[in-house]
């Protein structure tokens, strides 16, 4: 079992929201053995798209993408290449001294 500040905090936590479920009238429906109403649920309604700006969008996306892997690539081909003066250089400092 664990054990902690951490998990004394988030049992405490878990206590007040039931708690908190438990008073609140509406989040159970006692009548029906305790169990959650469910949600009417609302329907969104969503613009329709065209091809040619389904196109547009999709075009725009793989351009980010392109510019995120090349922001990727640079920043470890840059990475790389610092560690690897820097190995050389303590190579050879280790060298010059021995």
């Known amino acids: ?11 405490n936590n878990t206590m007040l929201n039931n708690r908190a479920l438990l008073n609140r009238g ?3 429906n006692i009548k029906s ?25 999709r075009t725009q996306i793989q351009q980010e ?3 995120e892997r090349k922001k990727t690539l640079l920043l470890i081909t840059a990475s790389t290449a610092v560690s690897l003066l ?3 250089g303590g190579f050879e400092f280790l060298n010059f001294i021995f």
């Open 86 to 88: 820097l190995f050389w």
């Open 26 to 28: 509406g989040s159970f």
């Open 33 to 57: 053995a305790n169990k959650f109403i469910q949600p009417s649920g609302r329907k969104y309604t969503f613009k329709k798209l065209s091809a040619l700006g389904s196109k547009e969008i």
């Open 1 to 11: 079992m664990a054990s902690g500040i951490g998990f004394i905090l988030d049992a």
């Open 65 to 67: 993408q392109l510019e």
